[in-house]
């Protein structure tokens, strides 16, 4: 072979994932010792010479996380989830280095080897949107975690928000409250399909089946998450003959957009029409009248999850062919808008 | 002496700034011959020995800049300065790790001693609102530079908002369209007094002076920021019995919850009463109907000068005992709410 192999090439070759050839790198146990044995063949066999710092982590601890985030600032979340794996970071003695990569891939594959040439102990991958993600190869050469995001072949272990369980839970919500006629403001288009998309329509579809309302499709439509969105459906889904009376907001942001158009039309929230939204972004949710009621996205519990993962030796110890794929519930916040 | 010296026992030793001993340690140009030679041999008498970094630092490059911030949760401008500097690093070839101290004088430190050891060429310490900050005595070996705060001593260089001039420019906008009755709901308190509410007072009563409108004392109030204070205040100013036609918010969420206030007083914005605020947070002041006009606080533009400032040669080499103290403006952003 003229390139240089790397871990995925291992473990093709050696007939186990990644993460296993990861885990016997980092010198994990409960790797069997045959599984551990054709690892290390296969290895000497390709030559392959691991960065400096997977094989000085054997004897000792920098004491360094890395986190490589897509964004920082493009949404108001970035720094939950930096926050809560920061504060798991510090509290057990360990410093939290955040590059911030743009989403530019050469980008992250120099932040990925900036930080084993730093000899951070594990990374935390973060993106700040829920969806599927490419990782440098190298990045197996420490133990890594992604964080909102996840790789299609689940050769890392991730930890995301339960996208199905929250649509159905918000909409169940309003079917206890009675509401049968409940439009639903989804986040972008389920085609080509992010998680969030297609996740809490399969939730509202699940909510409304358990209580025998027929799924109507006029009472679904798709916005790009701006209040503008939210204001435009809004006024659309009002105009139908039967219109809602409640509102599944796929974000605050367009739920406020829907604030404002029922006000347009004279309409009270939660009296004429209930809203629900989805982030729980403070800000706005606080500041609106009536107090907007919305699903808390778990954006620092997934950082704090995360870094306890890396830091944590038992969860380290994770074995089986496929790494943990954690979801994390997105618990309902009461305010004043549901009535 | 017992304790290991400081930077700054060497600069009050051989009757220099702090920054002049980090230009001599790190041995820019433009520094005297003269100085430099008192410097040293103050730093050989005291037996003084600089990290690791400072010294590398003369012979290779690490291409790390280090930048320390004290949230990156608690406001959604923090993004903007690091994707400010983040931009700068990437662009030149550098690339900018992050910590998040939590504000805690421990972690501070801790955060110092890991990008020394890392070998960083220079370290950004940000604050998420403008104000002095204390920093860490050995900050001093390599680099650095303030954004969005200051030192007391002003012995290292900074870049923050010029907040006299943002209240001035504020307040001209709403005199220009013949406003002579302008409340203003000013940021905290002015004692013990930050920059933002002490230099943006300053301001507006140095435009108010200019347009010959007599100061009243009742039309200036203090609000913590969120949006019930804005609301608060508004009910409590359009209550005088000369109320203002125009209203200065010292942040979008306080303007936010005055919109709410006049709109429950059935007063149009901006007919029955202009609104200015400052900050221009996106999320609420595209959001607000009419649009809210405000004033841009330079957080992106002061990540940028920071990186700038660090990683261009020309810049390093500033001379003169007071490090350069940069103020950018924080441009006016027009919308609907001013008419």
């Given at each position: 072979m003229s390139k240089k192999p790397t871990i995925h090439d291992i473990a093709k070759q050696a007939g186990v994932s990644p993460a296993t050839v990861s885990r016997v790198l980092n010198n994990?146990?409960?790797?069997?010792q045959k599984k551990r044995a054709r690892v290390m063949a296969v290895i000497e066999s390709m030559e392959y010479r691991p960065s400096y710092t997977a094989r000085s982590m054997r004897t000792q601890r920098s004491r360094l996380i890395g986190f490589i985030a897509d964004q920082v600032a493009t949404t108001p979340y970035a720094g939950d989830i930096i926050r809560g794996a920061q504060d798991v970071a510090w509290e057990t003695n360990h410093i939290l280095m955040v590059i911030s990569t743009g989403d530019d891939l050469n980008h992250v594959q120099q932040a990925v080897d900036a930080l084993l040439d730093r000899e951070v102990e594990g990374i935390i991958f973060a993106a700040m949107y829920h969806r599927p993600v490419t990782v440098p190869p190298n990045i197996y050469e420490v133990p890594t975690v992604l964080a909102n995001c996840f790789v299609e072949d689940r050769s890392l272990p991730c930890v995301v928000p339960d996208e199905v369980r929250g649509g159905y839970e918000a909409t169940c919500e309003l079917l206890k409250r009675g509401h049968r006629r409940i439009g639903f403001i989804n986040v972008f288009t389920v085609t080509p399909g992010i998680p969030a998309s297609r996740g809490r329509l399969a939730g509202y579809r699940q909510a409304l089946a358990e209580y025998d309302v027929p799924f109507d499709e006029a009472l679904v439509c798709f916005g790009y998450g701006a209040a503008e969105h939210g204001y435009d459906h809004t006024k659309q889904l009002m105009?139908?003959?039967?219109?809602?009376?409640?509102l599944f907001c796929g974000n605050d942001r367009m739920a406020m957009g829907a604030y404002d158009a029922l006000h347009k039309l004279h309409l009270e929230i939660p009296d004429d029409v209930a809203i629900i939204g989805y982030d729980n972004q403070e800000i706005i949710a606080m500041a609106l009248h009536p107090k907007l009621s919305t699903m808390q996205l778990p954006h620092y519990a997934m950082g704090h999850w995360a870094a306890d993962y890396l830091t944590s030796e038992e969860d380290a110890d994770e074995v089986g062919e496929t790494p943990v794929q954690r979801l994390l519930p997105c618990p309902f916040v009461e305010r004043e808008s549901l009535g």
């Open positions: 994990y146990a409960h790797v069997s105009s139908l003959d039967n219109p809602p009376t409640a």
